[in-house]
């Protein structure tokens, strides 16, 4: 896939991304893909994206399965570009695994594997952790300083779509435990009317005769209330937004 239109900005085409990837794993996935097809000419690169988070790293997005192999292999180490990057701020190059004096072992072990060089960019950086976009090529010095300084200006205008993407999802997130939270207290507020009517007594002693029950029968005060709806109505609570 690709979405690159000479004359249109890196963050635009990230933003179309969004777009047709409303939720950030497939969006993720498919600026790996993006990626991989924006710098692979003529070479072909493998893209993928490392995030680290209290010293644990995983791969989260990837051009391919290869790249996951690839940074698996890494995470086995507990170090190497990628995490190097994505730990530091700083835009990691290995020119020639063969001869770069860095990590021997992970070097070793991709170049068996017919990788020879690799480039790990920092993408988001934070007090527990980050992200890093990684590439990776089978021929030595693949990745000119030309190369290197488009990948860095594509990182950076990336990373501040990436926080765009993550804040959609906290949004949503945060949106969808407000939606239960109400569904919670419309239940909980229409059993409390029907205790109050059945008692003939005020909604504070409504509400605390249901907190007993709750407490007595060790069950959450939500269900309680939906299961006594239920019984009274012969339907559940439904809750209307605007």
Partial sequence: MSVHTPGTSVAAQL????LDHPEVSPFLEAFAVHAADLFSDPTKILCSITLKRDKHAQTVATSGPEAIELDELQYGYGDGPCL??????EQTLVDDTGTDPRWREYFDEIRSR????????????GNDGGAALNLYARAKGIFSEELTGRVQEYAEEAAITLQVAVQIANHKDVGE??????????????????VAGQNRCSQEEA???????????????????????????AAKVATHFA
Avoid: C, W
């Fill in 15 to 18: 933003q179309k991304l969004i």
């Fill in 114 to 125: 017919g990788y020879h060089s690799m480039l790990a960019v920092p993408l988001l950086i």
């Fill in 177 to 194: 435990n407000l939606r239960k939270a109400m569904e919670s207290r419309t239940a909980i507020d229409v059993a409390v009317g029907i």
């Fill in 84 to 89: 190097h990057a994505a730990e530091t701020d």
């Fill in 207 to 233: 509400f605390a005769i249901l907190g007993r029950a709750s407490s007595n029968q060790n069950i959450k005060l939500r269900e309680l209330a939906e299961r006594l709806v239920e019984s009274v109505t």
